[in-house]
């Protein structure tokens, strides 16, 4: 038996670090969105107990992949593994902060369970993704949510508008816990902060379907590290907004941006004069 899954990407809206753990790990508060830029996951069922990994985007195909490390857990949690071969292809740029590895993660989560009889609920397979990967129960549930705590409390919300996007990256990935270092230096570890931002303008934007009103309430913490080191971020913002954009913003711990369009045409015309420019871009929608 063989499932294929689509593993999409995320961008976040909003983006805020309040807090870091003594086991290192820090608290956020985020306003995710799925859209529709994918990878794909085919799981096929094989004899023995293996788990078979085959990718050729050269990523690592051991536990150090998300994909793998997903695997592991659901069969930790059923306690009856089973041979499986999982092919991965990679639409979704690497080290972006567009949640690639852990949508791969979710969509593999996903389809062991289709393969498994949907033996797990949604929330379940998501509280198996807090396991693997902070962004993982996100990209399970999919959707518009606020996460909170490492990302595994999430809380969905409704949102009537549909976003058309460009996605774009430019230069090298960033290592999300080089980022959060840099957080750590500029906030003193997070000992005593309190932010001075909320999340309750975008979730009321988000409820209001009112493009203008998502575009003011952009908002992401890790801008103001990432940015000055990494010039393509304000170079591609400024491109897309350039080329119709209403308003962008770098996703997760970058350096990916996405720009946010009026309508559909706009963001295709953007993204193919972006792509003439040397960058990496892709129009797609939040879903």
Known sequence: MTVCVKAN??????LDVVGKRENGYHDIVSVMREVSLFDTVTATRIAGGEIVLNTACGLPTD???????????????TGEPFGVLLTLEKSIP??????????????TLKALNRLDGDRFSTSELA???AKVGADVPFCVVGGTALCEGIGERITPLFSTTGLPLVVA??????????????LDERYGSFESYISDQNPKFM????????ASSIVSALFNRFEEVVAPERPA??????????????????????????GIF?????AERAAAALTALGARAFACEAL
């Open 9 to 14: 990407a995320k961008i976040n809206l909003w």
């Open 63 to 77: 536990e150090r992949n998300l994909a793998v490390r997903a695997a592991k857990a659901y069969f930790e949690k």
């Open 127 to 129: 509280a198996i993704g």
């Open 94 to 107: 690497m080290e972006a902060g567009l949640g690639g590895g852990s949508a791969d993660a979710a969509a």
């Open 169 to 182: 990256i430019a230069g090298e990935g960033v290592s999300t816990p080089r980022a959060f270092s840099a």
């Open 203 to 210: 979730m009321e934007s988000l409820e209001n379907g009112d």
């Open 233 to 258: 971020v304000s170079a591609l913002k400024s491109a897309l907004v350039e080329h119709g954009a209403i308003g962008a913003q770098m996703s997760g711990s970058g350096p990916a941006v996405f």
């Open 262 to 266: 009026p309508d559909k045409q706009a």
